[in-house]
């Protein structure tokens, strides 16, 4: 990961015409879209799942985060098997 990754926002297209939004601090290509990718996030002995913002071009990870939706799921679940209703 590129520390201090920061977006410059620009006003036109690409190539293929697609609006352009941001340019990568990294490779400083245009950006109309971002790749995500499922990550494992570990802090001393826990661990959640992730997702980690990548750069299309150049695969620099722009920011990563708990996978909120996975983290719900969890949550759910736990609740459930604490009422007795696993799923």
Request: with cysteine.
């Amino acid at each position: 990961m590129t520390a201090g990754c920061r977006f410059a926002i620009l006003d036109g297209a690409n190539q293929s015409g697609a609006k352009v939004i941001a340019k990568c601090p990294h490779c400083e290509r245009g950006m109309s879209s971002i790749k995500v990718e499922a990550i494992q996030i570990k802090a001393g002995k826990s661990s959640w799942n992730g997702v980690a913002y990548c750069c299309p071009s150049c695969d620099c990870a722009l920011s990563v985060m708990i996978d909120q939706i996975s983290l719900k799921d969890d949550v759910v679940a736990e609740v459930l098997q604490g009422l007795g209703r696993e799923q």
